[in-house]
Nanobody
Framework: QVQLVESGGGLVQSGGSLRLSCGAS????????VNWFRQAQGDQREFVAS???????NYAVAVRGRTTISRDNLGNTVDLQMNGLRPEDTGVYYC???????????WGQGTQVTVSA
């Protein structure tokens, strides 16, 4: 059974940093595409960053230059380092994994990030 568990969220002041982690079980993180999404209250879920199984990375314009996605193959995790946080970064951050051969998609339960002004 595949399980994704996000951690690292919390309350931080504007300009601060957080490191989110997506831990995976039941899949090998280096063999899937992993995406981070976020959802602010009342808004649609939006893309934040991704890393493919070939370690190609991509970022949403809103976070580019402040955010780094990285993969730890040994730990089977994908981390999201977020710096220079702004109130508009507030939301629930979700980890998503897509298995390339089957297109099966898995989601974590989310972790709350709150940035105070």
């Amino acid at each position: 059974q595949v399980q994704l568990v996000e951690s690292g969220g919390g309350l931080v002041q504007s300009g601060g940093s957080l490191r989110l982690s997506c831990g995976a079980s039941g899949i090998t993180i280096s063999k899937v595409h992993v995406n981070w999404f976020r959802q602010a209250q009342g808004d649609q879920r939006e893309f934040v960053a991704s890393i493919t199984n070939h370690a190609e990375v991509n970022y949403a314009v809103a976070v580019r230059g402040r955010t780094t996605i990285s993969r730890d193959n040994l730990g089977n995790t994908v981390d999201l380092q977020m710096n220079g946080l702004r109130p508009e970064d507030t939301g629930v951050y979700y980890c998503n994994a897509v298995d390339p051969p089957t297109a099966r998609m898995f989601w974590g339960q989310g972790t709350q990030v709150t940035v105070s002004a």
